[in-house]
Each structure stands twice: as structure tokens, then as C-alpha cells.
């Protein structure tokens, strides 16, 4: 059963990279990890999605390394804009979904 | 526009009365979901469906029901709801399981509460 751990909490500054580290242990071999942020009051948004290595997009990059035991969201020099809940999400036993428990981002100025 | 809906938004009832909150999706995407969001517990899963009439429990089914009569449509059945149940529920889409290589779209949230 895949159970998925992530730090409740960190701060950080405009400009600077922000990393964040998710452990899931379990995953099953052909799964994918996907990370998604959210703002109060609305619903999670996709950022991005990897199967191992790297995967890079407009906003952010995912490293997975080789025993994909875990995984971690890095936001570049993120601005106050950032500031929002950052989720990551594996597959469970059968087909179950399930999330971390989020990671709150605040950047400060 | 592409798009996950939910009604309604805001709902405020008392215990044991039924209620339905409806979730359409316009991408013709075959799994959806149920969420509930509370404080310090983060995003769960009640129900999903990999397609029409295929449902299935997720990590906290009880007190709820759900249906899947058309690939659009996600209805989710609090058939005598409880002042634990009172939450935000998040429905959600994706053209396959997200754990495939798949987007998937969460609607804006119905805040429950329940008397």
C-alpha cells in the first residue's frame, strides 16, 4: 500500500527555489507521481507529472530518482504568487488514489 | 471551455436528510473522483469510477454513494448525512486514471455543512 509523506510547512523568499521532497514508498512500477498546488478556496491544479529522472515544464521540474521511493517538486525562483498548498499523489492498493498531506509554501517578499 | 462543475457551491442542511451533489465534466474523460478536504487531513478519496457503471470505494466510502449512469455525470449521495460528513468535496476528471500518464481536473468545491 502506497503511502505517501511530505513536510507540512515551509517558508521561503521571491526569487529563490523552493524544494519540495515527497516519499512514497510502494509505488507500483509503471505508476506515475503527480504534483499539484492549490490556493484557498479552489480546487488542486496539475503542475506536473514523472515517471522517474527529470521531468521539466513551464513552471516546475520533478526529480524522481531511480528507486522512486520518492520524489521532489522544485519551483524556481518562485514569487509571492507561489504561495499556495503543494500536494503530491500516488497510486494505492487496486486503483485507489492517494494524496500527501500538503505542503503549505509561503514566500515571503 | 473545458471544465469540471459542481452544484451546488455552498450547502448548509441537517442530519438525516438526503442530499445529492451533482459533478459534470465536458472532456469526455472516463475516471472521476470524489474528494473530501478537511483541516489537517488533507485530500481523501471516496469514490472513484474508471468508467460508465464501474465504480469503486476509495479510502473513506462510508455514508456516501455514487452513481455513474453517463460518462459525464459523477453524482455523489449522502443518502442520511452526519455532522462528521460536513466538508469540502472536490469532483474530479481525467481522460484515464491519473496515475497514467493523465491530467486530471478538479472542479471549484462544494462546501458541506451539516446541522
Known amino acids: 500500500l502506497a503511502k505517501t509523506t511530505q513536510p507540512i510547512s515551509m517558508d521561503s523568499y521571491e526569487g529563490q527555489e523552493v524544494n519540495i521532497t515527497c516519499s512514497h514508498n510502494?509505488?507500483?512500477?509503471?505508476?506515475?507521481i503527480t504534483w499539484y498546488q492549490q490556493f484557498p478556496s479552489q480546487g488542486p491544479r496539475f503542475i506536473i507529472q514523472?515517471?522517474?529522472t527529470k521531468v521539466t515544464n513551464e513552471v516546475a521540474s520533478l526529480f524522481i530518482p531511480a528507486d522512486r521511493k520518492s520524489s521532489t517538486l522544485s519551483l524556481p525562483r518562485v514569487s509571492l504568487s507561489d504561495t499556495a498548498v503543494y500536494y503530491c499523489l500516488a497510486k494505492a492498493a487496486g486503483n485507489k488514489l492517494t494524496f500527501g498531506g500538503g505542503t503549505r509554501v509561503l514566500v515571503k517578499p | 471551455e473545458a471544465q469540471v462543475t459542481q452544484n451546488p457551491r455552498y450547502l448548509i442542511t441537517v442530519t438525516g436528510k438526503k442530499l445529492t451533489v451533482t459533478c459534470s465534466q465536458n472532456?469526455?474523460?472516463?475516471?472521476m473522483s470524489w474528494y473530501r478536504q478537511d483541516p489537517g487531513l488533507g485530500l481523501r478519496q471516496i469514490y472513484y469510477s474508471m468508467n460508465v457503471e464501474v465504480t469503486d470505494k476509495g479510502d473513506v466510502p462510508e455514508g456516501y454513494k455514487v452513481s455513474r449512469k453517463e460518462k459525464r455525470n459523477f453524482p455523489l449521495i449522502l443518502e442520511s448525512p452526519s455532522p462528521n460528513q460536513t466538508s469540502l468535496y472536490f469532483c474530479?476528471?481525467?481522460?484515464?486514471?491519473?496515475?497514467?500518464?493523465?491530467?486530471?481536473?478538479f472542479g471549484p468545491g462544494t462546501r458541506l455543512t451539516v446541522l
Open positions: 510502494n509505488i507500483a512500477t509503471n505508476d506515475y
Open positions: 514523472g515517471y522517474k
Open positions: 474530479a476528471s481525467s481522460l484515464t486514471p491519473p496515475y497514467s500518464y493523465n491530467e486530471q481536473f
Open positions: 472532456m469526455n474523460h472516463e475516471y
